[in-house]
């Protein structure tokens, strides 16, 4: 079991998502704004290794920003790329 927890994991948090024309990404340059499928207080993905975990609220304390965990995910609202319960 001590090695398990040795085991290092990338963790992710992914705000929202957008789909855009490979045309109009060639021209951004910087200052662009992709705007996001996701609203203020939506709950964020949170991704260990690229795979779906948990969502989360952004909390943010002085100039510290964090994720505090709410619930399990549900993938296939990952991949299908909703909100989801």
Do not use: C
């Amino acid at each position: 079991m001590s090695q398990v927890k040795a085991v290092n994991v990338e963790i992710q948090v992914v705000l929202g998502r957008a789909s855009l024309p490979m045309q109009q990404l060639l021209r951004m340059g910087r200052g662009a704004v992709i705007p996001l499928d996701a609203t203020v207080n939506e709950e964020v993905w949170i991704l260990a290794n690229n795979h779906p975990v948990a969502r989360g609220e952004i909390q943010i304390n002085d100039e510290k920003i964090s994720i505090a965990v709410t619930r399990e995910a549900n993938v296939y609202d990952f991949i299908a790329g909703g909100g989801g319960t």
